[in-house]
């Protein structure tokens, strides 16, 4: 009756977690129950709607479109470890709040994470890519005008900042 | 909205992945990136007893672009082919189609050769495969492997010529070859959504630039991407003077649409139409210009 568990080791946000997963569960799920990171929400569970993008290794993938026991020994970023390392805002997440690019907040976290990589790969997005980078992300409050507009900002706060140092 | 358990295989190398299948046969489904086989597991449309995760067989992991054209290796995401600028420079159509394939971070993670295993009859990579020409190598344990060439790895919607036990361990796009275009349209509800409809076309000239093939294989139009050559309907003319509303007219004529909630069978075959014409005109202009 009981179901085969695997021991795997993740990297989240920065810090080694273990835990032991059924081959069936889900990234998502692992990270909320199992490791109680509640900050990834869980939407559609098929890949449609990007609420529960998180980053791996880096790169934003769907995590109810992984599983677990698939990503063991890789480094995971959820939106709680996108802060700055003195613990205030990113610029990205600065960006979603001066820009009003929330309302309900239940996708927040997958922009949050897929808009962070979007900067990385590309500093100085344009009004096309912008849209195009968030395709893969619903919002079902916001008309995604201000979240086009947060883009934007965070990608001139990242651009001030680096200007600074 | 979970998936059903099942027993989980994480193979080192093709070797075991392929006894794993063999032992696990009819039973064993294969994990590559996972964005259209994990969708159906969390919807228990599919509940298969053994899951074969071959994302730690690095050797699957490849995108070698040459001369006669591009392999995309089992584990090769849609973005690494979509960046890879030798593979986009053997095979234009590959990046121009890839494009079209979902969203950015859906191609971080599915695969080139999972979309044609699913052979998905709204989905891109089996149109390009198809126009194209290429294959797909299955291997078996104990049985080495085969090339099935994509006009027969089509069999039906969802359903592929890859039998129970076998994995497809690569597919083969033939490169692009001098005065030749190639060229993708399609028209979705939503950028990134699957298409209502959409063409894959390549035309090839000759020395005095008339038309001489051309072809065309059409998403979301029929149970599987069915190659269509429309090379007599050009009627061996030069580019310019084609007749090509009439020929984009003959493609309309011959796909096989059905109807469903997000478009009529008769307006998907005028989409048809009308994406077949655009296709082919850019291919033949780059085909000119090639």
């Known amino acids: 009756m009981g179901e085969k568990l695997h021991e795997i080791r993740l990297t989240v946000n920065g810090v080694p977690r273990e835990t032991r997963v059924p081959g069936r569960r889900l990234l998502s799920d692992c990270l909320r129950h199992d490791l109680g990171l509640t900050g990834t929400h869980v939407g559609c569970e098929h890949g449609v709607c990007g609420c529960c993008t998180v980053l791996l ?66 500093p100085a997005p344009s009004d096309d890519e912008v849209v195009e980078g968030i395709s893969g992300n619903l919002c079902r409050c916001t008309g995604y005008q201000n979240i086009v507009k947060a883009v934007h900002r965070a990608s001139e706060l990242m651009g001030e900042a680096e200007g600074r140092s | 909205m979970k998936p059903s358990a099942f027993d989980y295989h994480a193979p080192r190398d093709v070797g075991e992945a392929l006894e794993i299948l063999a032992a696990t046969a009819p039973h064993g489904k294969v994990l590559a990136g996972g964005q259209s086989l994990i969708p159906l597991l969390n919807m228990r449309l599919a509940a298969p007893a053994h899951l074969v995760d071959i994302n730690r067989v690095p050797e699957l992991d490849t995108i070698e672009a040459g001369g006669a054209g591009v392999r995309v290796g089992a584990l090769a995401r849609h973005a690494a082919v979509e960046r890879s600028d030798s593979a986009a420079r053997a095979q234009p159509l590959l990046r121009t189609a890839l494009r079209h394939v979902a969203h950015p971070v859906i191609r971080n993670r599915g695969t080139v050769v999972g979309s044609l295993v699913h052979a998905d009859p709204s989905a891109e990579m089996p149109a390009v495969l198809v126009v194209l020409g290429g294959s797909v190598r299955l291997a078996r344990h104990g049985g080495g492997e085969r090339d099935v060439p994509a006009a027969d790895f089509f069999t039906g919607p969802m359903e592929s010529a890859a039998e129970p036990g076998e994995l497809a361990v690569s597919a083969f796009f033939p490169a692009l070859t001098p005065r030749t275009g190639t060229a993708f349209a399609e028209v979705a509800r939503r950028h990134g959504d699957y298409a209502v409809a959409g063409v894959a076309a390549v035309v090839s000239l000759d020395d005095d630039l008339r038309i001489r093939s051309a072809r065309v294989a059409c998403v979301s139009v029929g149970p599987r991407p069915a190659p269509l050559d429309v090379t007599e309907e050009c009627g061996g003319r030069p580019a310019a003077t084609v007749d090509w509303p009439s020929v984009a007219r003959a493609v309309s004529l011959r796909v096989d649409p059905g109807d469903d909630i997000h478009a009529t069978a008769g307006y998907r075959r005028h989409l048809t139409g009308v994406l077949a014409e655009r296709a082919l005109r850019v291919a033949a202009g780059e085909a000119a210009d090639g």
Request: aromatic letters at 6%; one cysteine or more; hydrophobic letters at 35%.
């Open chain 1, 57 to 122: 290794d880096g790169e934003p993938v769907r995590s109810c479109l992984t599983f677990a026991v698939t990503v063991d020994g890789r480094e995971i970023t959820t939106v709680e470890g996108l802060r700055e390392p003195d613990g205030s805002l990113s610029p990205v997440q600065r960006a979603f709040s001066e820009s009003h690019a929330l309302q309900c907040g239940f996708c927040t976290p997958g922009f949050l994470c897929t808009v962070t990589a979007l900067l990385r790969d590309n």
